[in-house]
């Protein structure tokens, strides 16, 4: 395997962009540091061996969790066993085994990827420790925000609880920022900002969840 082209970059930052693996579509991203070519693996998607080459030609310095559905920790053990280098997660996460995760985040801290500082941001809904990565012009949102709408929800209260994490937490980055999801394409917190306005507008039913659109829920 080639080693992957960048999908966005930044003066700082190359962010690729991998996949989509496994039977329901999930996206890998492996940031790089430009200065040091130290570089952080996002989630333990299914298909190992594509996500490892993925980072091919850099210094893998790190694994983080957007959270720990089992889409998003399906390789966990092959690249545990394969790389010898922390593993980051919500400790909230109740999906995983957190015996094996070095480094517990609760959101506000900062990372250090060589020259770069990511910002682990807690957007709890779509499980109770989902986490973004920020790194300007550049989020990670796991499976907190598509184009679109907001992730699956379990009940109506997960829901509540989501839609408050992105509106509070996520809409208060620049409108320019890049989003890049779990499963599907990329969009701005501009252009989600405004699919949301008109969800807000709107009254809903009491029991709204699951695969909510902003458009016509």
């Not at 985040?105 to 770069?116: A, F, P």
């Not at 996520?170 to 890049?178: G, K, S």
Request: glycine share 8%; hydrophobic share 40%.
């Amino acid at each position: 395997m080639a080693i992957p082209s960048a999908h966005a970059q930044s003066d700082t930052l190359i962010v690729r962009k991998l996949g989509p693996f496994g039977p329901i579509s999930n996206n890998a991203f492996i940031l790089v540091d430009k200065a040091t070519n130290q570089s952080a693996i996002i989630d333990a998607v299914p298909e190992p061996e594509l996500v490892l080459a993925g980072a091919a030609g850099t210094d893998v310095a790190m694994v983080l969790f957007t959270h720990s559905h089992h889409d998003h920790i399906d390789s966990f053990d092959a690249i545990d066993a394969a790389l010898d280098v922390p593993f980051y997660m919500h400790p909230d996460e109740p999906w995983a085994d957190h015996s094996r995760i070095q480094t517990h985040l609760h959101g506000g801290e900062s990372i250090t990827l060589g020259n770069t500082t990511l910002t682990a941001i807690h957007t709890p809904g779509h499980t109770p420790g989902s986490l973004c990565y920020y790194a300007a012009p550049f989020l990670i949102v796991g499976d907190t925000l598509f184009p679109g709408g907001p992730g699956h929800s379990t009940s109506n209260e997960h829901l509540q609880t989501m839609v408050q994490s992105i509106t509070e937490r996520i809409y208060a980055l620049p409108e320019d920022t890049l989003m890049f999801n779990g499963h599907g394409e990329d969009c701005t917190i501009g252009q989600s900002r405004a699919e949301q306005a008109a969800f807000a507008a709107r009254e809903h039913d009491v029991d709204l969840h699951g695969d909510v659109l902003w458009a016509r829920d």
